[in-house]
């Protein structure tokens, strides 16, 4: 469980901690609480506590896009 690797393709850290049943390193777990906090305010934060963990991956997969994008142009 500890060894799976980041969800984040072009990260090389180790999981931390899951946002849905994606794994996450700490670093880009707090990325994503910032985003969402950021999307979606408080009412975000409700309706993804109340979410299964199924219902969470398309919102992880939602932010992990806008991460490499941005990875991808930082690195240039
Ligand atoms: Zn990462």
């Known amino acids: 469980m500890s060894s799976e ?3 984040i393709q072009s990260c090389a850290q180790s999981y931390y901690a ?3 049943t994606r794994a996450l390193c ?3 777990f707090l990325d994503f609480i910032t985003w ?3 999307k979606g305010g408080a009412a975000m934060f ?3 506590s109340a979410m299964t963990m199924e219902e969470r991956d398309p919102t ?3 932010w992990g896009k806008t991460i490499t994008m941005k990875d991808y142009s930082e690195s240039k």
């Open 60 to 62: 992880v997969d939602e």
């Open 26 to 28: 700490k670093k880009h």
């Open 46 to 48: 409700k309706k993804y």
């Open 5 to 7: 690797p980041c969800f």
């Open 36 to 38: 969402r906090r950021k």
């Open 18 to 20: 899951p946002a849905g």
